[in-house]
């Protein structure tokens, strides 16, 4: 076995949380997007740089707040616990919903992007031909942002799968349940155990590539089909 | 063209000064996370009576230090919360002078949202705990510790699935202090400090449950020559300091547990 | 079809859209004018792609828009040709032609089929719009605003970007369309050649207004208009064939108010046509002129008499029965003539350009 079972355990779990998070911010992020895109609100600059926050702020700042804010003192914990579903720290879901903060804007802004560069033109032919606005949306916008929606989820998913600070913060390294693969690592390398990190590391290194080459070489819109 | 010349000038003079070698007469002090308000006391005390000298301390995992002393950090004592790690260092040849044990550590329970003065670690099997915090048994002396008392115990089959691993003793803290774990085993050190102390109760857990934590320290290497390194650590065995230790619950070298 | 109503104001940085227009309900209407002149403006607040805050448009009975009601764009059974073709890149041509129709629903395959005929583009469904050449595109574009069965058909400078081979190659279809089909066109151009070859209805619009509106061959005829079209000046008559001389090669057409002869196009007697007679082509005389090489010389009487855009020339417009022509003169021969309204004139015309092909 290259790897251990506790090492297997944590590249699952990484992989469960990267999937689910890229899946989350492509339903919330897209009409995130689609607004930022299109829209000429006054207060669209601050709703962008709100977006934009996770880029600059240090993950561990970011996940020192999510914990205080998640805690059972602040105004997400009191939330989770007036609905009866107690405390997000320490749990999958804490992660889940901590990542899809921090990586908002690897989804929403590669898609805004895309959705800017599409026009208007494209949605006022639509509507020329009967086409109401929702329906030009997946009819017209979304094939024609394809390639961005490609870049913002290979985007999202892998920062998910690199993310640290933020998990290391609130996860409390709990196996099957917060012990992601990047901190497996960094636990091994406080541990001494070297050996182990290089290989956890490696094989992260190897399947990330793989994926990102995947994505390169097999890109949509840049074959001309038909 | 001028211009540009003016300003890579000014870029380069800004870089080099930032960059400038430190003074002579400063030093950095790598201090294990539980060592943080005792530290700070001490250092604040040495710095009094020795205005000219500079000390800095840097706090965190002992684990993590001992890593980066091994590459090359630029730290001039090391302060370990597991005399094994500064033995290791001395081994590789990487310590000035023989390694010193400065202390013994003790772990204790604490809560901001209960009284753990009325606590023992078998109420740690109360349903009403849900998260009990520790620092990371693989990797952090306080950590493995914790484990050892609760193996000992027989308790930890009953409440491993409640553990929520900080990445050092003091990261384990936070967890208890935002609320997020109700009960901790942390440093009696961190227990004791004015944070803490002001907002919880302790209870100390019997060191019979476990391996004692020897704290050792080392000068490094590179501080071979630094008479202010030798300065400070003299100063830390002396009888201030040693007052400081003594008030957060360190047992001193030579001396009984007081408890 | 009870025509078009439209009453749009808008107010931009430095732009004003004011306009109150009834229109024919069927026919071409040119919308004219240069550039900034709003008639790409008035077309996008027809078609619901502008929002003018309070204007009026009614068609063919039913309101589109008034102080309480708003048909957005895609309820409104229209067909818009954009500027650039904009055909969808994710679609073939097929794909293109059928987005609108799936949409516009009762549309049979056969009147799809018609359209692909109209335009000639049966050869090309399966590819991608970008393979296609610009006339291509352009064709494309009609047709697929064709497919959606609309009441009202939009075009907006639909030839503008292409060169002069494609336009010459796309006029026909249009023409097509405008005598084939019996849909009213909205027709946006700033190109006499093109108002002049397809328009029945004439909209002259300049910095946001309407200048004039009305039947193409008296609105080009008016002379009272802050406008003018320099070489571009003159009359477009309807005519119909009337007879082929084969010797020459020449062919008869009759107008009310006369016969020309034209160059044998090959069109057959009794087909009806268009003829244009550019103001610069006609030449006045006092007197009947004698052989000359012009040999269409008709009698006339003249109307007005007005300023062109030079100092030096002047333009007169001449009656003969229910048509006038324009006639481009210098200032000194009009004096030497003493040309003035009311006065008979014999009118040469040395070029007469056959529109219809």
């Known amino acids: 076995m290259l790897l251990t079972d506790s090492d297997q355990q944590a590249l699952w779990l990484t992989l469960r949380l990267a999937g689910i998070v890229t899946l989350i911010l492509l339903v919330v992020g897209t009409p995130i997007a689609w607004w930022l895109a299109r829209t000429r609100a006054w207060w669209k600059g601050a709703v962008a740089a709100v977006v934009a926050m996770p880029l600059v702020l240090p993950p561990s700042v970011l996940g020192f707040y999510l914990l205080l804010a998640m805690g059972p003192q602040g105004p997400l914990g009191q939330f989770t616990q007036a609905l009866g579903l107690g405390l997000l720290p320490f749990t999958f879901w804490g992660l889940v919903i901590a990542s899809v903060i921090y990586s908002l804007p690897f989804m929403v802004q590669p898609l805004q992007t895309a959705f800017q560069a599409i026009g208007e033109r494209p949605l006022e032919v639509a509507a020329t031909l009967r086409a109401s606005r929702l329906d030009a949306f997946f009819t017209v916008a979304v094939p024609m942002a394809l390639p961005g929606f490609v870049s913002a989820c290979v985007l999202t998913f892998a920062h998910t799968v690199g993310e640290f600070g933020v998990v290391l913060m609130i996860g409390g390294s709990i196996p099957g349940e917060t012990r992601v693969a990047a901190v497996q690592i960094y636990d091994h390398v406080e541990a001494l155990d070297y050996l182990d990190a290089h290989r956890l590391a490696g094989v992260l290194l190897v399947f990330s590539f793989l994926v990102l080459l995947a994505i390169h070489v097999w890109r949509p819109g840049t074959r001309k089909i038909g | 063209m001028k211009p540009v010349i003016n300003v890579v000038a000014c870029l380069l003079a800004a870089l080099l000064c930032l960059v400038a070698p430190a003074r002579a007469d400063k030093i950095t002090v790598a201090a294990a996370s539980d060592l943080k308000y005792a530290m700070d006391e001490i250092a604040d005390g040495f710095r009094k009576a020795h205005p000219a000298d500079q000390v800095e301390v840097v706090y965190g995992s002992s684990g993590k230090f001992f890593a980066q002393i091994r590459n090359g950090a630029p730290y001039d004592l090391f302060f370990s919360a597991d005399v094994a790690y500064p033995r290791e260092l001395a081994q590789l040849g990487h310590a000035a002078a023989p390694v010193r044990s400065y202390a013994l550590g003790r772990i204790a329970l604490w809560s901001a949202v209960m009284d753990a003065t009325r606590m023992t670690l078998d109420s740690l099997t109360d349903p009403a705990i849900t998260r009990i915090a520790i620092a990371n048994p693989r990797h952090a002396p306080y950590g493995k510790r914790a484990e050892e008392a609760l193996r000992a115990a027989g308790l930890w089959d009953k409440v491993a699935h409640k553990l929520v691993n900080g990445e050092s003793v003091s990261h384990a803290t936070h967890f208890v202090q935002t609320g997020n774990a109700q009960v901790g085993m942390i440093a009696l050190s961190l227990a004791l400090g004015p944070d803490l102390a002001s907002k919880g109760g302790y209870w100390l857990i019997p060191d019979t449950l476990h391996q004692p934590l020897e704290q050792g320290y080392v000068i490094t290497r590179r501080a071979g020559n630094s008479a202010l390194a030798k300065r400070f650590a003299d100063y830390v065995e002396g009888p201030q300091a040693r007052a400081v230790m003594r008030r957060y619950g360190f047992i001193l070298p030579g001396e009984d547990a007081a408890r | ?357």
Request: charged share 25%.
């Open chain 3, 1 to 357: 079809m009870s025509g078009l109503r439209a009453r749009f104001r808008l107010a931009w940085p430095g732009f004003t859209l004011d306009v109150d227009l009834g229109l024919p309900g069927q026919g071409v209407t040119a919308l004219f004018g240069h550039s900034g002149s709003g008639k790409t403006t008035l077309l996008r607040c027809v078609a619901g792609l502008e929002r003018a805050p309070d204007g009026l448009l009614r068609v063919a009975g039913e309101t589109w828009q008034d102080g309480t009601r708003w048909l957005p764009t895609h309820r409104r059974p229209i067909g818009y040709v954009f500027q650039e073709a904009s055909l969808f890149p994710h679609l073939s041509v097929l794909g293109n032609l059928r987005y609108g129709m799936r949409r516009a629903g009762g549309a049979p395959a056969s009147a799809l089929d018609h359209v692909i005929d109209l335009l000639g583009i049966g050869h090309l469904l399966s590819r991608r719009p970008d393979r296609l050449s610009g006339g291509e595109r352009s064709r494309v574009a009609i047709a697929r605003a064709l497919a959606v069965n609309p009441r009202l058909l939009l075009l907006d400078e639909p030839l503008a970007a292409l060169d002069h081979a494609r336009k010459q190659e796309i006029l026909p279809y249009l023409e097509r369309l405008r005598d084939e089909l019996s849909i009213p066109m909205l027709y946006v151009s700033h190109v006499p050649d093109e108002v002049a070859r397809l328009a029945d209805h004439l909209v002259v619009m300049r910095e946001g207004r309407v200048l004039a509106s009305g039947p193409l061959a008296e609105t080009l005829v008016r002379l009272d208009l802050p406008f003018r079209l320099g070489g571009d000046t003159g009359a477009v008559l309807a005519a119909e064939v009337g007879a082929i001389d084969a010797q020459w090669h020449l062919a008869r057409v009759d107008f009310a108010g006369g016969s020309l002869l034209v160059r044998d196009h090959g069109i057959a007697v009794g087909r009806r046509v268009r003829v244009r007679v550019l103001a610069r082509d006609v030449s006045l005389a006092a007197a009947h002129p004698g052989p000359s090489s012009i040999q269409n010389v008709l009698k006339g009487r003249i109307e007005v008499v007005a300023d062109d855009e030079h100092p030096g020339l002047i333009l007169v417009r001449v009656r003969l029965g229910q048509t006038a022509l324009l006639a481009s003169l210098t200032r000194r021969a009009a004096a030497a003539l003493e040309i003035v309204p009311g006065r008979d004139v014999w009118v040469q015309v040395k070029t007469v350009a056959l529109l219809d092909e």
